[in-house]
């Protein structure tokens, strides 16, 4: 299994980021993907996730900003993040699985939000 996210960095408040995790060597198209995030020293956030019929779920904390999205052709799931804060600053992580029930989990890529 390997789950490989790209698409971190540094924004302004109010700003866009696209993440992408790039998911190989289980059945994605049948599986449920997640996304989650951590600070340093604090417990794993889960943030949304996505169904293998496309059903998303999200966190009351993103929900209205944030979209998951996921293309079963291209093995990829995205999460694509609007309107975002300082307290969205975080690694963010995707999983395999819903909510924190994951069975494996990506490298993880730093998102700060920084005027």
């Known amino acids: 299994v390997q789950l490989v996210e790209l698409g971190g960095g540094l924004v302004q408040p109010g700003g866009s980021l696209r993440l992408s995790c790039a998911a190989s060597?289980?059945?994605?198209?049948?599986?449920?993907m997640s996304w989650a995030r951590q600070a340093p020293g604090k417990g794993l956030e889960w943030v949304s996730g996505?169904?293998?019929?496309?059903?998303?779920f999200y966190a009351d904390s993103v929900k209205g900003r944030f979209t998951i999205s996921r293309d079963n052709a291209e093995n990829t799931v995205y999460l694509q993040m609007n309107s975002l804060k300082p307290e969205d600053t975080y690694v963010y992580y995707c999983?395999?699985?819903?909510?924190?029930?994951?069975?494996?989990w990506g490298q993880g890529t730093q998102v700060t939000v920084s005027s």
């Open positions: 999983a395999i699985g819903e909510r924190l029930c994951f069975t494996s």
């Open positions: 996505i169904y293998s019929d496309g059903s998303t």
């Open positions: 060597g289980f059945p994605f198209s049948s599986s449920t």
